[in-house]
């Protein structure tokens, strides 16, 4: 069990110091590394991830708080967590199968839940429903046991 109590520089043991300049993105991934992991907000949890940052850490984190809800968000739209995860590369979850299993399970619910009517399901609709047929095809790919 990871201590969420604990930040990314304590449970990775590598203090990246102090951000080098001050970009939404560099200032946010820097302070994400300060933080407690369980205290982070959707919005940190969703850069930070969509950087590859933490991902044995992050991704338990972010797929409790997306079971309790599906369509969390952070600063951009209803599910943008949500697709942070699915977009990961397929070698992060031929690594880490009980994770896959349990994004699968979100993302059956997700479908559910997402408004068809909303602007932002509109727009991205067909865009994050192939992001989640290449991120479920990633099982086709594992290895056999």
Not at 76 to 97: A, K, Q
Request: charged share 30%; proline share 8%.
């Amino acid at each position: 069990m990871i201590d969420r109590t604990k930040t990314l520089t304590e449970l990775e043991g590598n203090d990246w110091g102090e951000p080098p300049y001050p970009s939404y993105l560099i200032t946010t991934v820097y302070a994400v590394r300060k933080k407690p992991i369980g205290s982070l907000c959707n919005e940190e949890l969703r850069v930070a991830i969509g950087q590859e940052m933490g991902l044995r850490f992050l991704l338990p984190v972010a797929l409790d708080r997306l079971s309790e809800e599906p369509l969390s968000q952070g600063h951009l739209y209803p599910g943008d967590l949500f697709r942070s995860v699915i977009g990961l590369p397929s070698d992060v979850w031929l690594e880490e199968p009980d994770l896959w299993n349990r994004a699968k399970e979100i993302g059956d619910r997700f479908w559910t839940l997402a408004d068809a009517d909303s602007p932002w399901y509109t727009k991205l609709e067909r865009e994050i429903r192939e992001e989640y047929a290449r991120f479920v095809s990633t099982a086709l790919r594992a290895p056999k046991g």
